[in-house]
């Protein structure tokens, strides 16, 4: 009997999930004891140690353009992996860094999404907020966005948290048009838009 060849196009959770309706999440191997900053019924989220981060690689606060970086946990939205990475910089001028590349015109704050590796574990990436094989590439989802001062953009980004711990809102690739709805589509290639 000739065995039967599945082509999948994408590798979105939705195609993940057809293929294999019956298997188990991965699994975790690196539990977190920490209580969690968020927790919701489909998720637990934790704000990264910046500041342990920055000692260790020796850079002032005011030279990180970095104003949280979470851990988002959440299982439900994946099968092949379970956790999140969810940055927030400001686009300010800095010394240290070269010039900002705008996307779009007048953003003060820019957002990234990454899954992270499955196989890594997280405690050393929530104690230093130190991305070293964590995140998968390419990432999940990118914007630029504009908010008034660093503290809107940060209610923005942990309400966003939120709606994923609460699983109103999925970080897969495959809903994407979620992200766009709310942070836009200034960092999408326009072949993928």
Same mark, same amino acid.
């Given at each position: 009997?000739?065995? =039967?060849?599945?082509?999948? @196009?994408?590798? $979105?959770? #939705? ?6 309706? $019956? ?9 977190? #004891?920490? !209580? !969690?900053?968020?927790?919701? !019924? ?8 910046? =500041? #342990?981060? /920055? ?5 002032? =606060? ?13 299982? +439900?939205?994946?099968? #092949?992996? *379970? ?6 910089? *400001?686009? /300010?001028?800095?010394?240290?860094? $070269? ?7 007048? =953003?003060?704050?820019?957002? +990234? ?13 929530? $104690?230093?907020? @130190?991305?070293?094989? *964590? ?8 914007? %630029? ?11 923005? @980004? ?7 711990? %609460?699983?109103?809102?999925? !970080? ?5 048009? %979620? +992200? ?14």
């Amino acid at each position: 009997m000739k065995k =039967a060849t599945v082509v999948v @196009i994408g590798t $979105g959770a #939705a195609n993940m999930r057809a293929l294999a309706s $019956g298997a188990a999440p991965v699994e975790f191997t690196d539990p977190i #004891a920490t !209580p !969690p900053d968020l927790a919701g !019924p489909l998720g637990r989220a934790w704000k990264c140690n910046l =500041a #342990a981060g /920055r000692r260790i690689m020796a850079v002032d =606060a005011e030279d990180d353009a970095t104003l949280v970086h979470w851990v988002i946990e959440a299982p +439900w939205a994946h099968p #092949a992996w *379970h956790s999140y990475s969810l940055v927030l910089v *400001h686009l /300010r001028p800095m010394s240290a860094r $070269g010039e900002t590349r705008f996307y779009l015109p007048c =953003a003060s704050h820019e957002m +990234w999404l990454c899954a992270l590796d499955a196989r890594q574990d997280r405690r050393p990436l929530i $104690g230093s907020g @130190i991305v070293q094989k *964590h995140w998968l590439r390419p990432m999940n989802f990118a914007a %630029q966005f504009t908010e008034e001062n660093d503290a809107g953009a940060l209610v923005r @980004i942990e309400r966003t948290v939120v709606e994923i711990c %609460q699983g109103e809102l999925s !970080p897969d690739t495959d809903f994407q048009r %979620q +992200w766009v709805e709310r942070f836009g589509d200034n960092m999408i290639r326009k072949e993928f838009r």
